[in-house]
């Protein structure tokens, strides 16, 4: 945290904004110092927010007609200053010329905002935050906000190694933050929004397992649970937190339908899908799969009788994917595919299952 900073956190994480006195606007000059090389062209410069800087410019062009690329005349020189100046000028002036704010302050302010005011879920948040800490802090956290360019940003977001998707969220992080810092400090500079966002490739074709493969899978689960848990899961649609948190007074054996009322997210329970409570038709084989218990208890529980470890059920998962010779598939995208369309309500046929389980 800087000495000059005036924010000062609550319990909550909060950063309560107090103004800073308006500092002197950006102002600088160029000057010329003798190199074993020859003469060599500087600008010496302060930044809206008090900063000094330092910059070498290039060799001087002492003879007569127009300089080589790379040199500078005294004019040249002039007029590169000016145009930096007149940048910094244009996302420094009032009220931003006041706001002396960090980045890492606005960047806490941001998952503080996302995680409670907006209610992200826990998982969302922790993302969020694992991103910061690995990628962007490192770079910019102890920058100004009006320091940031956007060539900057371009150069990291692009020079780091990983997915576009990954790039993308990287961006969209730091164009939230800023986007709150505009509310939060005033801040009127955002150089996010002239990012070049990656492209992102868009697969329509859906991986899918075969019926065959469904039970394949199925067979070949650690226990009995595991397989029940599969199958409802091929049927159903169901997410992975939706299976978990998933209950026995929201299951009706009788009406063949069952009713998703939260999510466990691995902290704490959370709203399902689209935010609503929603009723899933069940198949007549996760129906008689299924051995009911008590309205209060989980359908599929740990052996604790809490809720199961997200993490030990996708290591299971992929181990039953391995077990039954299956080519990788992401649990999301197995219990996506064969879902019972909403509108049937009744029980459905073994022969109406089939065509479930082939769509």
């Given at each position: 945290?800087?000495?000059?900073?005036?924010?000062?956190?609550t319990?909550?994480?909060r950063?309560?904004?107090?103004?800073?006195?308006?500092?002197?606007?950006?102002?600088?000059?160029?000057?010329?110092?003798?190199?074993?090389?020859?003469l060599?062209?500087?600008?010496?410069?302060?930044?809206?927010?008090?900063?000094?800087?330092?910059?070498?410019?290039?060799?001087?062009?002492?003879?007569?007609?127009?300089?080589?690329?790379?040199?500078?005349?005294?004019?040249?020189?002039?007029?590169?200053?000016?145009?930096?100046?007149?940048?910094?000028?244009?996302?420094?002036?009032?009220?931003?010329?006041?706001?002396?704010?960090?980045?890492?302050?606005?960047?806490?302010?941001?998952?503080?905002?996302v995680?409670?005011?907006?209610?992200?879920?826990?998982?969302?948040?922790?993302?969020?935050?694992?991103?910061?800490?690995?990628?962007?802090?490192?770079?910019?956290g102890?920058?100004l906000?009006?320091?940031?360019?956007?060539?900057q940003?371009?150069?990291?977001?692009?020079?780091?190694?990983?997915?576009?998707?990954?790039?993308?969220?990287?961006?969209?992080?730091?164009?939230?933050?800023?986007?709150?810092?505009?509310?939060?400090?005033?801040?009127?500079?955002?150089?996010?929004?002239?990012?070049?966002?990656?492209?992102?490739?868009?697969?329509?074709?859906?991986?899918?397992?075969?019926?065959?493969?469904?039970?394949?899978?199925?067979?070949?689960?650690?226990?009995?649970?595991?397989?029940?848990?599969?199958?409802?899961?091929?049927f159903?649609?169901?997410?992975?937190g939706?299976?978990?948190?998933?209950?026995?007074?929201?299951?009706?054996?009788?009406?063949?339908?069952?009713?998703?009322?939260?999510?466990?997210?691995g902290?704490?329970?959370?709203?399902?899908?689209?935010?609503?409570?929603?009723?899933?038709?069940?198949?007549?084989?996760?129906?008689?799969?299924?051995?009911?218990?008590?309205?209060?208890?989980?359908?599929?529980?740990?052996?604790?009788?809490?809720?199961?470890?997200?993490?030990?059920?996708?290591?299971?998962?992929?181990?039953?994917?391995?077990?039954?010779?299956?080519?990788?598939?992401r649990?999301?995208?197995?219990?996506?595919?064969?879902?019972?369309?909403?509108?049937?309500?009744?029980?459905?046929?073994?022969?109406?299952?089939?065509?479930?389980?082939?769509?």
């Amino acid at each position: 945290m800087s000495p000059t900073s005036s924010s000062n956190r609550t319990r909550h994480g909060r950063v309560d904004i107090q103004p800073f006195p308006v500092v002197q606007p950006p102002s600088g000059h160029v000057f010329c110092v003798q190199r074993q090389s020859g003469l060599v062209w500087y600008a010496k410069y302060r930044t809206g927010t008090g900063r000094q800087i330092q910059k070498k410019l290039g060799p001087a062009w002492t003879s007569r007609g127009r300089p080589p690329a790379g040199s500078f005349t005294r004019p040249v020189a002039e007029q590169w200053l000016c145009g930096t100046l007149e940048r910094i000028r244009a996302r420094t002036t009032p009220p931003d010329a006041g706001t002396r704010a960090l980045f890492d302050e606005a960047a806490a302010e941001w998952l503080r905002y996302v995680e409670h005011d907006r209610r992200r879920k826990p998982t969302t948040v922790r993302g969020y935050r694992i991103l910061l800490e690995v990628h962007v802090l490192p770079e910019f956290g102890d920058m100004l906000l009006t320091e940031i360019t956007t060539e900057q940003i371009e150069r990291w977001a692009w020079g780091i190694s990983c997915a576009a998707t990954t790039r993308l969220k990287l961006i969209v992080c730091l164009s939230g933050i800023y986007h709150r810092a505009r509310r939060v400090w005033g801040l009127t500079y955002d150089p996010v929004d002239e990012v070049q966002r990656p492209p992102i490739k868009r697969d329509y074709d859906v991986e899918v397992y075969s019926p065959s493969e469904v039970f394949a899978l199925v067979d070949a689960a650690d226990d009995e649970q595991d397989a029940v848990l599969l199958l409802t899961a091929a049927f159903t649609g169901l997410r992975l937190g939706e299976i978990v948190a998933l209950r026995w007074r929201d299951v009706d054996l009788d009406r063949h339908v069952l009713r998703v009322r939260a999510s466990w997210s691995g902290y704490e329970l959370t709203f399902p899908k689209a935010g609503r409570v929603r009723s899933v038709p069940l198949a007549p084989q996760v129906a008689d799969a299924l051995r009911p218990g008590g309205p209060g208890e989980l359908v599929f529980p740990g052996r604790d009788g809490n809720y199961l470890d997200r993490s030990a059920l996708r290591r299971r998962y992929r181990s039953a994917q391995r077990a039954a010779g299956l080519r990788p598939l992401r649990f999301h995208d197995y219990a996506d595919v064969f879902v019972m369309p909403t509108s049937l309500r009744m029980p459905c046929s073994e022969a109406d299952s089939a065509l479930v389980l082939s769509a």
